[in-house]
């Protein structure tokens, strides 16, 4: 069994700066958020489902989900949002797990925004780390890199867990309130142990 850590946090918290981090010292990383990009984008293997369930009004002439269109319905119809991750989630989670079976590295980052949020993605996590940083220091994140509306950063932030129910399931915490240059070593102190804990999970037949 692969050993795998959790990784979430909040929106802008720096999840994906510190997932490089990992990758950089020779973790195999798992982005639930990249595989759904990819089963939504053109052609992805979600299409064909997403067209059947919501109609073509929701698939541009490329054969993506429109993501705008999608995401204004789903915020008018809550059950059209049910809807859409009762279709994705199995999709994500099956995608997921094949990857987290296939990867050769000492362990895997496996990054899931929602991790806290959306119930049993922990229970495929060895661990979970969470980064962490104050709630305005998200929002200036995600308004320096993105030209997402106030409006819907605020929405977004309010959809998502609070700070304090991530701390309180994380077994492992990298605070980002700091500048970027104080990742690396929050890393490096976590690397060694979870190196540490995927040798002791290894069966004994690989040892
Ligand atoms: P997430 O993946 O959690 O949404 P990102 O890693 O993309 O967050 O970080 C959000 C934004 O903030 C990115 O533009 C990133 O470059 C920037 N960022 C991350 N950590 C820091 C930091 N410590 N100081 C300044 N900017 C940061």
């Known amino acids: 069994m692969t050993f795998v850590v959790g990784l979430t946090g909040g929106i802008g918290s720096g999840k994906s700066a ?22 939504t984008g053109p052609h992805g293997d979600a299409i064909a489902p997403l067209r059947d369930a919501f ?5 541009t002439h490329d054969g993506a989900l429109d993501r ?7 915020f008018a119809e809550p059950t059209a949002r049910a809807r859409l991750e009762a279709l994705l989630h199995p999709l994500i989670r099956t995608r997921a ?15 899931v925004p929602l991790l806290i949020e959306s119930g049993d993605w922990n229970t495929r996590c060895d661990r979970v780390l969470v980064v962490d940083c104050p709630v305005e220091l998200q929002r200036e994140r995600v ?14 932030i309010a959809a998502q867990a609070s700070r304090e129910a991530r701390l309180a399931v994380a077994d492992d915490v ?6 970027r ?11 060694a142990r979870y190196m540490k804990l995927a040798e002791r999970e290894k069966p004994a037949s690989a040892l």
């Open 143 to 156: 308004r320096a890199r993105s030209a997402l509306p106030e409006q819907e950063i605020d929405r977004i």
């Open 55 to 59: 109609g073509d009004a929701f698939i």
């Open 174 to 179: 990298i605070d980002n309130a700091g500048a």
């Open 18 to 39: 510190v997932a490089e981090l990992f990758v950089q010292r020779g973790a195999a990383l798992v982005d639930t958020d990249a595989i759904a990009h990819q089963l």
């Open 68 to 74: 705008a269109r999608m995401r204004a319905h789903a």
């Open 181 to 191: 240059m104080a990742l690396a070593p929050q890393v490096d102190v976590l690397h």
């Open 97 to 111: 797990r094949e990857a987290v079976d296939r990867s050769a590295a000492p362990y895997v980052v496996l990054a």
